[in-house]
């Protein structure tokens, strides 16, 4: 089993709609999750951190339920400028592991 | 503010030859640095992580090296490179013992001919 686990899309969405991710890790030692973007050929950027509280940035709310293992990504009235790659990130120690990405592209 | 350079953008080099890619972090101290990889089409595969001079995590490869002289300088070699190493690297930090997320260089694309 992989240590971070994401459905790899592609996610075809019209603008304005909401879409979520997911995505499942290996390790219940893991302390730390993040969201990361990427944009093609280029580097990824951090999006959010997530909090088991869940937390909120604009139209990106992120949670985390330890319980079961998996972080999630939604997004609200997408926009263009969101067609992306998604990334998860769970840290261990130090040591951190990428999930494989999840495609997302919002048409007009 | 703190900043991460990494050089060179491009490369192309025939199999066979060694490399070495660099990587500098500015505006802090003692930061955890990270070399990741991505092939075409593929997530970011950890390489190595180092949390202090001379401290080097390897996760992976086979011909690949990592050295850590400074503090904030990170580098990855090869002796010989391989089609195989093809792909796009990625130099990382994030802040030393904090939870906070990595912040990336550019990258380099390398392509093994």
């Known amino acids: 089993r992989k240590e971070v686990e994401q459905d790899p899309g592609p996610f075809n969405v019209p603008e304005g709609a909401t879409v979520a991710f997911n995505c499942t890790y290996s390790n219940s030692a893991s302390q730390s999750f993040f969201w990361y973007r990427q944009d093609c050929r280029k580097e990824p950027k951090l999006l959010m951190s997530v909090y088991s509280s869940g937390n909120e940035d604009g139209r990106f709310t992120a949670q985390l339920n330890r319980a079961s293992q998996y972080i999630s990504l939604l997004i609200r009235d997408s926009k263009l400028s969101d067609s992306a790659t998604y990334l998860c990130?769970?840290?261990?120690?130090?040591?951190?592991?990428f999930g494989a990405g999840t495609r997302l592209t919002v048409k007009p | 503010s703190q900043t991460i350079h990494q050089w060179p953008a491009t490369l192309v080099q025939p199999v066979g030859s060694p490399l070495s890619l660099e990587c500098t972090v500015e505006?802090?101290?003692?930061?955890?640095l990270y070399w990741y990889r991505q092939a075409a089409g593929r997530g970011l595969q950890l390489l190595f992580y180092s949390v202090g001079i001379g401290q080097i995590s390897s996760e992976v490869p086979q011909n690949l090296s990592a050295s850590r002289p400074q503090d904030r300088q990170f580098i990855l070699s090869s002796k010989k490179l391989l089609l195989s190493d093809s792909g796009f690297y990625l130099c990382?930090?994030?802040?030393?013992?904090?939870?906070?997320?990595?912040?990336f260089g550019n990258g380099t694309r390398l392509t093994v001919t």
């Open positions: 990382a930090w994030k802040i030393g013992g904090g939870g906070g997320g990595l912040h």
């Open positions: 505006g802090t101290s003692n930061p955890n």
């Open positions: 990130v769970v840290n261990k120690n130090n040591d951190m592991r």
